[in-house]
């Protein structure tokens, strides 16, 4: 069963505007969630992450959003540039078991 | 480049075969961790060891098996191949054994079964 779910296969965004990357999962265990980037023929890249204690983590232009209530995970690209074209995964973990969704293809439009 | 290397890059065989897929993980991480990828699916957590003892199982077919050597090499071990083992296979690698240590992937071995 899909523990951590991506609804959208794909997002496209004007270049400078706001990237939203949403994430929904089902299992209340989790306790750390993490958004890997990937291009194409290379390795997932950790992106940011956060604890299931907070709400809100920041790094430079990415803001991860946690909404433990409505089970929810949110990734905001602020501004957008074509260099963060590739895929998005996020990912869940507790007690050394990790979930991966099945990405989201961004595409930065110049 | 993360560091971690994986060997080999593509792989072709048939089924019912067995093949060794190997990582080496980044210099001094302790942790390696083995995912599956097939297609239009996330990554699919298999196994961890850590400092050479199994740390962690997840959905590990028990037609794959997986060890880390005293060098912390790692080697996933896949038999009886069948056509839906193909899939792309990251290992990645962590300082320690803790899951919120970050994990450095590398860049995947694609297997094809025929």
């Given amino acids: 069963d899909q523990q951590v779910k991506q609804n959208s296969p794909s997002l496209s965004v004007q270049e400078g505007r706001i990237s939203i990357l949403n994430c ?6 989790f306790d750390y969630f993490l958004w890997y980037k990937k291009y194409p023929a290379e390795g997932p890249t950790f992106l940011i992450s956060i604890s299931s204690i907070k709400d809100k983590n920041e790094d430079g232009r990415f803001t991860v959003f946690l909404n433990k209530s409505a089970k929810h995970l949110s990734l905001h690209i602020v501004p957008s540039q ?29 | 480049d993360s560091g971690v290397t994986q060997t080999p890059k593509h792989l072709i ?22 995912y ?21 199982k997840g959905n590990i077919l028990e037609r794959f098996s997986a060890q880390q050597f005293p060098d912390l090499h790692s080697e996933l071990n896949l038999s009886s191949l069948e056509l839906g083992d193909s899939a792309l296979y990251f290992c990645a690698s ?3 054994a803790s899951s919120t240590d970050t994990q450095y992937f590398g860049p995947g071995t694609r297997l094809t079964v025929l």
């Fill in chain 2, 94 to 96: 962590s300082p320690l």
């Fill in chain 1, 82 to 110: 074509p260099g963060d074209s590739a895929v998005y995964f996020c990912a869940a973990s507790y007690g050394n078991q990790f979930y991966f969704g099945t990405g989201t293809s961004l595409t930065v439009i110049p």
């Fill in chain 2, 36 to 56: 599956q990828q097939s297609l239009d699916q996330g990554l699919q957590f298999l196994i961890q060891y850590y400092n050479g003892e199994e740390r962690a």
């Fill in chain 2, 13 to 34: 065989t048939a089924t019912g075969q067995r093949v060794t897929l190997r990582c080496s993980p980044r210099s001094g991480d302790l942790s390696v961790y083995w």
């Fill in chain 1, 24 to 29: 929904d999962y089902t299992n209340s265990m």
